[in-house]
């Protein structure tokens, strides 16, 4: 079955970097556009970037220029690498094939604070 795991997340300093890692199976991530989504507590899961199976890349505008979304079809394996990141981006982080509601992971936890 379809099935996402998230790690890299932790704790850090607000301008610091993270980079995130999505282990993907159950399907061949090779054909499907791929997304990495975000819930911060007591808001709903909001889409923070995707990547097309041709590399053509979408970012919110509150991450756009701090965060890359790539993707390695080979490991299939997703990737979001976070700089300069704002306690604003505290939230957990889970991946999942773009515009699917299905399969959630258990996500990772991004948390930024001084």
């Known amino acids: 079955q379809v099935q996402f795991v998230e790690s890299g997340g932790g704790v850090v300093l607000p301008g610091s970097s993270l980079r995130l890692s999505c282990a993907a199976s159950?399907?061949?991530?090779?054909?499907?556009?791929m997304a990495w989504y975000r819930q911060a507590s007591g808001t709903e899961r909001e889409l923070v970037a995707y990547?097309?199976?041709?590399?053509?890349?979408y970012y919110i505008d509150s991450v756009k220029g701090r965060f890359t979304i790539s993707r390695d079809d080979a490991r299939s394996a997703v990737y979001l690498q976070m700089n300069t990141l704002k306690p604003e981006d505290t939230a957990t982080y889970y991946c999942?094939?773009?515009?699917?509601?299905?399969?959630w992971g258990q996500g990772t936890q991004v948390t930024v604070s001084s």
């Open positions: 999942n094939i773009w515009g699917s509601q299905d399969n």
């Open positions: 159950g399907f061949m991530l090779s054909l499907a556009p």
């Open positions: 990547i097309l199976k041709s590399g053509t890349t």
